[in-house]
């Protein structure tokens, strides 16, 4: 796979875990889930949260590779800038 297929891929399992961890937050604070079902209703709600942070652990990577990713062009340009030091 390509580098950036990777990286569009682990962005789009940050979205979703993120969105699995808010969904599930608003079923247990919201609604009636968790006290009609039980410890059923429970369960599946924490398994919703859980998963949702398992899909949230390539963000931090995620981040950082499009943080430090330099445009080729700029690079050029830093070292025709840079002062030649002779040692």
């Known amino acids: 796979m390509r580098a950036k297929t990777v990286l569009n891929l682990l962005s789009m399992a940050s979205w979703i875990g993120a ?8 079923i247990a604070l919201a609604t009636d889930l968790t006290t009609k079902y039980g410890l059923t209703g429970m369960r599946a709600d924490v398994e919703l949260i859980a998963l949702g942070l398992f899909l949230l652990i390539p963000s931090r990577a995620v981040m950082v590779l499009k943080l430090m990713k330099v445009d080729p ?3 050029i340009s830093d070292e025709a800038d840079a002062p030649d030091v002779e040692r």
């Open 73 to 75: 062009d700029q690079r």
């Open 19 to 26: 969105v699995l961890v808010a969904v599930g937050f608003y």
